[in-house]
């Protein structure tokens, strides 16, 4: 095969150090998202597996606020870490399918300006590893293609192992991929034992994890089949817009020309397999009714095939080529503007309602500490003589972990909740048979009729009117359990 131009390293990295510069710096402007307060407890309790996930992204997080300091920007410069990660893989996609400089550069901005990569490069969750690992697979597998060497199979199943460590959606990949080149070609490189043994060195990294998943009866597929039971309809209706949103409107001219490049292209033929994987990815996404967000990496790939064409226009000489050019820059401009609104902490918190309706995960990253105070006034309600046999019960993991975090400045007890891995973690003594304070949110309400004689006591409120799952939450003060803790704990156990 022809040899590859060179990589821009100097611009590409300029843009990648930029945009995750940008992202520390905001880093600390809320507070932790629910996600975050449930992996800084997950990382306290080490295991090759949890309830909702493989076992990376809370040994990550662990490892973050041990180096970085325990606050929001020491656990999240690792993700923006990643985000410039995710810079520099879509740029180098771009090169493995010939873009230039300028191409490459393009790519870098673009990806640079998506409102998903910003997003995640903002937060620090399984998706922040899941998106540069999707990336670097996908880059690996073009490698493969475009050589036909089957040595780059052990890289690619080394790269899937390691994805399959923090989540399990690169599965999604692997299923679709093989067969796109087997249909698409070029089939040689399904040949021979190469191809083996890649699978057999993914299924050695991610072996101790399998095991956990199958001593714990696969609890993963429990959580998947409530997200498509309790979501799948929204999540469905929402997937094509959002396929949009995510990426960004300003981006499709670009992501549909290398998608029209990869599937009619003679110049890159030996990569069609991409152009036949991301539509059937989102009709498996769509089918199993699982979250839009599951085909975005390969829309990046698609972007990345887009960008050599787009910069090739941008460069031909016209008479309005340098106006053109502008106008471009301009669009890229408003775009990443809209983006940066949506998904990062630059609005004050009281104004959040205005982009919560379309990027939710924004609210979440405020009034936890409010909900640990009502909680407070709670456990300041019990008794003094009784609080030794009192428990703390949440009716989720983001409950559950504001309370471990911010509990102890009110005097709280270390909480229990049965959602998620929170249940492996209880359940209480059954000698703790005084005095319950109940957070008890309206998603989940049929908890409140293993506890008695409850009555509410407090009500968060988060300072800013948002309407998150929290706000207006009761904390109800009960005077005990309708049987013992180890009775009741697998009725409280809840996956989704």
């Known amino acids: 095969m022809p040899g590859l131009p060179g990589f821009a390293a100097g611009p590409v990295l300029a843009v990648a150090a930029a945009v995750a510069g940008f992202e520390v710096l905001l880093s600390g402007r809320y507070g932790f998202h629910r996600d975050e307060l449930y992996f800084l407890v997950a990382g306290h309790h080490p295991a090759w597996g949890y309830i909702d996930q493989p076992p990376l992204t809370p040994l990550l997080g662990r490892a973050s606020v041990a180096l ?35 191409g490459q550069v393009l790519a870098a901005a673009c990806t640079a300006c998506s409102a998903m990569v910003l997003a995640v490069g903002h937060l620090f969750s399984t998706v922040t590893f899941d998106l540069p690992a999707w990336l670097a ?18 890289a690619v199943g080394a790269a899937t192992g390691v994805a399959l460590l923090n989540k399990d959606l690169v599965l999604l990949l692997v299923v679709v991929l093989v067969p796109a080149i087997w249909v698409t070609g070029p089939r040689r490189v399904l040949r021979g034992w190469w191809p083996m043994a890649g699978a057999l060195v993914a299924l050695a990294v991610v072996l101790p994890n399998l095991w956990w998943e199958a001593a714990h009866g696969w609890p993963q597929l429990t959580v998947a089949a409530g997200i498509s039971d309790k979501d799948g309809i929204a999540n469905r209706l929402s997937f094509v817009p959002m396929q949009l949103l995510y990426l960004s409107p300003v981006l499709i001219p670009i992501w549909v020309a290398g998608f029209r490049r990869l599937r009619r292209g003679p110049e890159l033929r030996w990569a069609r397999a991409f152009a036949v994987a991301y539509p059937v990815i989102c009709l498996v996404v769509l089918a199993c009714g699982g979250k839009p967000y599951y085909a975005l990496p390969l829309l990046l790939v698609l972007t990345a095939a887009g960008c050599e064409p787009t910069a090739q226009r941008l460069r031909a000489p016209a008479p309005d080529s340098s106006r053109r050019r502008a106008r471009f820059a301009a669009w890229l401009a408003v775009g990443a503007l809209a983006n940066v609104v949506i998904t990062l902490p630059v609005l004050p918190a009281r104004l959040l309602p205005a982009v919560t309706w379309i990027y939710p995960e924004q609210g979440e990253q405020v009034g936890w500490p409010e909900l640990a105070a009502a909680a407070g006034t709670g456990w300041s309600a019990v008794p003094p003589e009784l609080r030794s046999r009192a428990v703390v019960f949440a009716a989720n993991y983001g409950e559950a972990g504001a309370l471990a975090r911010y509990g102890a400045r009110y005097g709280l007890p270390v909480p229990y909740s049965g959602h ?20 008890h949110p309206a998603k989940y309400p049929a908890v409140e009729r293993y506890f008695t004689a409850c009555h509410q006591v407090a009500q968060v409120d988060n300072g ?6 929290e706000q207006h939450t009761p904390v109800l003060l009960c005077t ?3 049987a013992p803790w180890s009775v009741l704990w697998p009725q409280l156990r809840h996956y989704y």
């Open 464 to 469: 800013h009117a948002l309407p998150n799952q």
């Open 68 to 102: 970085f300091g325990d606050s929001p920007t020491g656990l999240r410069l690792v993700s923006a870490l990643l985000c410039a990660g995710t810079v520099v893989l879509v740029a180098l996609t771009a090169r493995e399918f010939g873009a230039g400089r300028g």
């Open 420 to 439: 998620m891995s929170f249940a492996d973690w209880g359940p209480p003594p059954d000698t703790a048979d005084g005095p319950v304070v109940l957070l």
């Open 480 to 482: 005990g359990t309708t």
């Open 137 to 154: 697979v996908s880059l690996l597998a073009l490698r493969l293609l475009r050589t036909g060497d089957g040595r780059w199979w052990l």
